[in-house]
C-alpha cells in the first residue's frame, strides 16, 4: 500500500472536514485517509491517504462520482495536488 499527500482548497472548510463523501467514494476500492486542515484559517486542505491500488484510484478520480463528491465537498479541483512518497 503505497502513501500519498493530497492537497486542494475547498470552499467550507468545516463543510469538508465532516463530509461522508470521502468514505462513501473512496472507500469500496480500500482508500483510507486522515483529513488535515490550516489552523491559520485558510482554505487549504490535506489528505493522507493511503492508496492500495494507484491505478484503480487514477480511474475512480476520472468519473462522475469523483467530481460529484468533490463539487459535493466544496473541492477547487483546479487547487489539486497529489505528492507520493519520497523514494
Known amino acids: 500500500m503505497a502513501t500519498y499527500v493530497i492537497t486542494h482548497e475547498v470552499?467550507?472548510?468545516d463543510r469538508?472536514?465532516?463530509?461522508?463523501?470521502?468514505?462513501?467514494v473512496?472507500?469500496?476500492?480500500g482508500v483510507r485517509v486522515r483529513t488535515f486542515s490550516d489552523p491559520n484559517g485558510s482554505?487549504?486542505?490535506a489528505l493522507i491517504a493511503e492508496i492500495p491500488d494507484m491505478e484503480a484510484f487514477?480511474?475512480?478520480?476520472?468519473?462522475?462520482?469523483?467530481?460529484e463528491a468533490m463539487k459535493?465537498?466544496?473541492?477547487?479541483?483546479?487547487t489539486l495536488l497529489v505528492l507520493s512518497e519520497g523514494q
Open 43 to 45: 482554505n487549504k486542505t
Open 72 to 78: 459535493h465537498d466544496g473541492v477547487k479541483p483546479e
Open 26 to 29: 473512496f472507500g469500496p476500492i
Open 58 to 67: 487514477q480511474e475512480l478520480m476520472k468519473s462522475d462520482a469523483a467530481a
Open 16 to 24: 469538508w472536514l465532516s463530509s461522508s463523501k470521502r468514505d462513501e
Open 11 to 13: 470552499d467550507d472548510v
